[in-house]
């Protein structure tokens, strides 16, 4: 072995039915007098949102301010405009609430905070100071951004989608409350879902030595299929809202190593036709499960077998992908791309744009332009 890795695993995650009671302790250990509540628009409208509005109110009573303003797939304006509300609320800490896009606004807002003449795109993100203390509460069980180092921004000039990244953006506590997961409706359980997994999947077969996130994405795939049929069947069963929670973290946790080409297939589809990200995962990812394994499938046999689905060592590939397709069918997912109106002959540039999108690099088996397109008309 001649490479040194990092490993490292640093959030202070607080989980169970109520955790959001941790915002006093949170206030207390980083001296957060007026904290910024950043969420989007449709949030102020859930029950998540009282239930933490609520816990805001007793631990600031009237000295919060809320932004509510992050779009789903946030830009750079929408950060800009969080952080004038940071400015002119007199603000000294962050609590991110909501899905992945009002968690990633919120993370990146604090790099304005620390570095206010500069734009996204040029912050010293190799020299980032501390920045100022956030705590995270997810309101979806997915994207795992709590725990992540990284915020996704769409950058208008640019056009698309951009990843911040640096250990300094990372939430100082991340709250797992399964109350918060109640409300979310059957399609987007399953869909965010469905992101945890290919996390946890694409992670883990990403070519990249660390044995830590190994593990975790193991287990990441055996909670997921254990428990997302569960929490689609019924929103309010608290125990597999929860260990769906533990699962998307650990799915955010794993792709610190990397992830692989069914996120770059998935990327355009959203950005181009608002697919949302975890659906069209899930509908990527049986596909690129075989075209790896065309190359290598001994590489999918332990995710077979945290699957409980290895029948037989020929081939583990094939059975995860099939055993993929049919669990997408158990919670709903059955949607063709054409079902979702990309247009068949939009796909030669989606392929393009898939290509232009980091994820694949990192993927088991190499991608080039002619893959991407004969994946995407695969999944038409
Ligand atoms: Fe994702």
Redesign the pocket.
């Known amino acids: 072995m001649t490479e040194i890795s990092q490993f490292r695993f640093p959030t202070d995650i607080r989980f169970g039915v109520g955790a959001r009671s941790v915002l006093a302790e949170f206030a207390q250990k980083y001296k957060v007098s007026r904290p910024l509540l950043v969420t989007d628009s449709e949030l102020p409208e859930t029950e998540a949102f009282h239930l933490v509005a609520e816990q805001m109110n007793r631990v600031w009573p009237g000295a919060y301010v809320q932004f509510t303003g992050v779009h789903p797939n946030p830009t750079d304006q929408d950060v800009e405009d969080a952080w004038g509300s940071y400015v002119q609320g007199d603000c000294d800490g962050v609590v991110g609430l909501g899905g ?1 896009s009002a968690l990633d606004a919120a993370k990146a807002l604090r790099l304005k905070v620390a570095f206010p003449n500069t734009a996204l795109m040029e912050m010293p993100f190799d020299e980032l100071p501390q920045l100022v203390p956030m705590c995270a509460i997810p309101t979806t069980a ?2 795992g951004s709590e725990v992540g180092r990284s915020s996704v921004i769409t950058i208008q000039q640019m056009g698309r989608k951009t990843v911040l990244s640096a250990q300094p953006l990372m939430a100082e506590v991340a709250v797992l409350d399964p109350e918060l997961t109640v409300g979310l409706p059957p399609n987007l359980t399953a869909s965010t879902g469905m ?2 997994m ?2 946890a999947i694409e992670a883990f077969v990403c070519p990249v030595f660390h044995p830590m996130c190994d593990a975790i994405a193991l287990e990441a795939i055996r909670l997921v299929r254990l428990y997302l049929p569960r929490a689609y069947c019924n929103g309010a069963d608290l125990e597999a809202r929860g260990m769906m929670q533990v699962a998307a973290a650990m799915g955010a946790v794993s ?1 610190q190593k990397d ?1 692989g080409a069914a ?1 770059s297939l ?1 990327h355009p589809l959203s950005s181009e036709f608002g697919i949302q ?2 659906l069209a ?1 899930a509908i990527a990812l049986p596909s690129v499960v075989r075209f790896n394994g065309q190359q290598d499938c001994a590489q999918y046999e332990r995710i077979a077998i945290a699957l409980g689905c290895l029948e037989s060592p020929d081939d583990p590939a094939s059975q995860v992908a099939d055993f993929l397709q049919s669990f997408n069918r158990s919670i709903g997912i059955t949607q063709r791309l054409r079902d979702l109106k990309v247009p068949r002959k939009k796909l030669p540039e989606l392929a393009a744009k898939a290509m232009e999108d980091g994820c694949h690099l990192s993927n088991p088996r190499r991608c080039i332009r002619a893959d991407m397109l004969r994946l995407y008309e695969e999944i038409w």
Do not use: V
Request: hydrophobic fraction near 20%; glycine fraction near 22%; proline fraction near 0%.
């Open positions: 992945g997915g994207t992101d945890a290919t996390h792709f992830l996120h998935s990200h975890g995962n």
